[in-house]
Every structure is written in structure tokens, then in C-alpha cells.
């Protein structure tokens, strides 16, 4: 079992940053790969990015490819989410996710609560 605590977002200016954390309690941490997935309104749950569990192997969406980046303290049973020139189509509830095959398949065995970002042009 794993169980997913998200925080750190909020409200910030198109080309502002703002920094996501998740944290992890459960002993699979450390080895199931881990992600952020997000929704706008009106719009499906879509993947964001993932990473491995050992923290090596990442893989982004087209849509935030050099704007966002994944990092992961498995000494801290956190993930991060450093997200940089946000645009205002950001705008959504951010998902922590971890799962076996998430990174591979972006298929997600656990779900956190979410936490707004909002993005004002």
C-alpha cells in the first residue's frame, strides 16, 4: 500500500514558477515508479510525467517538455514536480500517482487527493 499527500499548490502568474510536493507513506515507495497526472475543468485526467523508482528513467508529456522536471528523494519518500514558464492552459488539479507500471504503461495503482494550480494570464 501506498499513500499519496500532495501540497505546494496555489496561484501564480503566466511565466511564474511553482514547486509540487508528494509524499509517500508505505513500504513499496521505493519501488514503484511514481508521477503526476493532471485535469483540467471539463477535460479528462491526463498524464503529466513519471519517473522510475530508482529515479534514473523519466518520461514527460510533449506539452511540458522543458518546462516542467521530476525529481524523487526516496530517502524522504517524497517526489517533486519543479514546474517553470507556466502558461495559463497549466491551469488544473494536479495528481500524485504511483504505480508498477506507470511509467511503462502510465498505468496507476494509487491515487493522491490532488492540489489546484492556477495559472492567471
Not at 39 to 57: D, L, M, T, Y
Amino acid at each position: 500500500q501506498v499513500q499519496l499527500v500532495e501540497s505546494g499548490g496555489g496561484l501564480v502568474q503566466a511565466g511564474g514558477s511553482l514547486k509540487l510536493s508528494c509524499a509517500a507513506s508505505g513500504r513499496a515507495f521505493s519501488s514503484v515508479a511514481m508521477g503526476w497526472f493532471r485535469q483540467a475543468p471539463g477535460k479528462e485526467r491526463e498524464f503529466v510525467v513519471g519517473i522510475g523508482w530508482s529515479g534514473n528513467s523519466t518520461y514527460y508529456a510533449d506539452s511540458v517538455k522543458g518546462r516542467f522536471t521530476i525529481s524523487r528523494d526516496n530517502a524522504k519518500n517524497t517526489i517533486y514536480l519543479q514546474m517553470s514558464s507556466l502558461k495559463p492552459e497549466d491551469t488544473a488539479v494536479y495528481y500524485c500517482a504511483a504505480g508498477y507500471l506507470l511509467l511503462s504503461r502510465q498505468v496507476v495503482d494509487y491515487w493522491g487527493q490532488g492540489t489546484q494550480v492556477t495559472v492567471s494570464s
